[in-house]
């Protein structure tokens, strides 16, 4: 077989399903072994290499398998690269195949001509540019390996144009099962960490469990809750760490920190007197900029990354290992101690904090106000959506609002956001690669319109999938975050972040959406209801408060 055949031989002895790329001049072999083999493998056709990195991403959060993007040589690669960029940083395995110009001609200044290695190199959690046929198999392995155990993360491979042509033994074709998903190969942690982690733990009066998006990854939500239930002990999440407990568990405190948390929920993170990071990086926006919990606090932190352990807090104790295995050890630990160990309370502290928080939501929930205030959005979500839907969010107006608010039915990956590098015009797309991961969800992507300009092409990819999405435009005319910031930094004073409004309508249904157009609150339920359940995709445009005339639960913004 040649290079080109070798590449789709191993993703499919890899596990891989679906691919989304687009096509360029280098990936004609590429395509045309695509064509001609027998695979069961579905290729999506992109209308832009960036949405094609995060189909990918959105497919592999909500499976747990490898996403797998590609796109040309010269332009295709550096519009892959902000995909792979947010997979890296935000712990998910996505696979970037760039075909590239022939070996044979690098150095004589070739149309396209980009060092793809050298591009990659720092982005990405693995990375190589395959210079010989018969290397195909092993550097396939080899990226899989690398995305799937330890901390998951991108990889990218270059693959030449001129090699795909060059012959492969058929008998290098194989690849090692475990690394179709992830984490592979999870290690436990050291002997006695989770003895040292029980006795700071049952030594505190006042603990807070934060989890980041480790818990998720790792599939280790119901050890968690074990040991929540058990101890009664409050557990807050970041947005990323959403669904590490269902929100209506007793013990799911909900978002803490700079954006999604509320004064009420930020009352528990002041007060904790230890707090044990699971899976979080305790980065800025969980601490809201390292103002809580304060240097000289009790910090226990759990991760898979040694990386992470300490580089923000001195650690009383550090437990490396996979989550999953780490909250086993530790439950079976409490199984061993006297029955009646000590409780935290957690529960009735998190219903008052609750009660009071929900207070203010509801109202603002029913207000009459137009623009429509986000709230009533979210309040409308909560009554329509089945609670196994999976929700997507661009990082602006729509996501603080959300992760606030919203309450999660089930633990699990039901709310995916780019909490990485927060590029906009990631919800989109993303959204049609978790319906693809997960078919049988109903799939909610929200954005704002300045997110909609980045990637409106790809409603044509989504009208030919025929995927039966609902797509939530808050529309308000301006980059929303920058003009709040500006509000809150600069005293008001605006510049360059509006521009004018579109009809968002007339776009979609120009590309065969059904669409709506909501200008009064009253009309939120029932026009969201029949978006959810048309069968195909849909778009509501909610003519909404801009924020900085809001309440949004953004700490820099309320204070």
């Not at 747990?64 to 332009?75: I, L, N, Y």
């Not at 599939?219 to 807050?236: N, Q, Y």
């Not at 959403?242 to 929100?247: K, M, P, R, T, V």
């Not at 979609?508 to 939120?524: C, F, N, S, T």
Request: include cysteine.
């Amino acid at each position: 077989m040649n290079g080109a055949e070798a590449m789709v031989r191993m993703l499919e002895a890899q596990g891989v399903r679906h691919i989304f790329g687009l096509c360029g001049d280098t990936t004609l072999p590429f395509y045309d072994a695509m064509y001609r083999l027998d695979h069961n493998i579905k290729h999506v056709l992109v209308r832009d290499e960036r949405s094609a990195a995060y189909m990918a991403d959105g497919y592999s959060r909500v499976t747990g398998r490898v996403g797998v993007c590609e796109g040309p040589s010269g332009g295709g690669a550096t519009y892959i690269l902000p995909g792979l960029i947010e997979a890296s940083e935000s712990s998910y395995a996505v696979l970037g195949i760039t075909t590239d110009i022939s070996v044979g001609s690098y150095g004589k200044y070739p149309l396209t001509e980009v060092d793809q290695e050298a591009l990659m190199r720092p982005l990405t959690k693995w990375n190589t540019v395959i210079k010989r046929a018969d290397h195909i198999p092993r550097m396939v392995r080899a990226a899989f390996r690398s995305m799937t155990t330890g901390r998951a993360g991108a990889a990218h491979i270059g693959l030449p144009y001129d090699i795909q042509y060059d012959a492969v033994e058929h008998s290098d074709i194989w690849a090692d099962p475990k690394t179709a998903t992830y984490p592979a190969y999870p290690q436990a942690p050291e002997t006695g960490a989770a003895e040292d982690a029980v006795d700071a733990i049952l030594s505190a009066k006042n603990p807070l469990i934060v989890c980041g998006g480790g818990v998720v990854i790792s599939g280790a939500m119901s050890e968690l809750s074990r040991l929540a239930t058990r101890l009664d002990i409050p557990v807050a999440t970041s947005i990323s760490g959403q669904g590490s407990l269902a929100e209506i568990n007793p013990q799911c405190l909900g978002v803490v920190g700079s954006n999604g948390g509320t004064d009420e929920t930020w009352e528990m993170m002041e007060a904790a007197d230890l707090v044990v990071f699971m899976g979080a990086r305790a980065g800025s926006t969980t601490t809201s900029r390292w103002e809580a919990p304060k240097q000289g606090t009790r910090v226990v932190h759990f991760d898979n990354d040694p990386m992470v352990i300490g580089a923000n807090y001195q650690v009383e104790v550090g437990v490396v290992g996979d989550l999953r295995l780490s909250l086993q050890q530790v439950n079976a630990v409490l199984d061993t101690r006297d029955k009646g160990a000590e409780t935290f309370g957690g529960a009735a502290a998190i219903a008052d904090i609750k009660k009071r928080k929900f207070e203010i939501f509801n109202k603002l929930a029913q207000s009459t106000d137009t623009p429509i205030r986000p709230e009533r959005v979210i309040d409308a979500m909560m009554k329509v959506l089945p609670a196994d839907a999976t929700i997507l969010s661009d990082p602006g107006t729509s996501c603080p609002y959300f992760s606030a608010y919203y309450q999660l039915q089930q633990d699990g990956r039901h709310f995916i956001t780019n909490r990485a590098h927060g590029a906009l015009g990631y919800s989109m797309s993303a959204a049609l690669g978790a319906w693809y991961g997960r078919p049988e969800s109903k799939v909610v992507a929200m954005m704002g319109d300045g997110s909609f300009g980045f990637t409106a092409g790809e409603l044509e990819t989504i009208a030919r999938a025929g995927a039966p999405i609902t797509y939530i435009v808050f529309a308000n005319s301006n980059f929303g975050w920058i003009k709040a910031s500006q509000y809150a930094d600069t005293d008001a004073r605006y510049y360059n972040v509006d521009f004018n409004r579109t009809n968002h309508v007339a776009v979609a249904e120009a590309y065969g959406i059904k669409a709506w157009r909501v200008e009064d609150p009253a009309d939120m339920e029932s026009v969201l209801r029949q978006a959810v359940e048309h069968d195909g995709p849909t778009l509501i445009e909610v003519i909404s408060q801009a924020l900085e005339e809001s309440n949004a639960p953004v700490r820099r913004w309320m204070g």
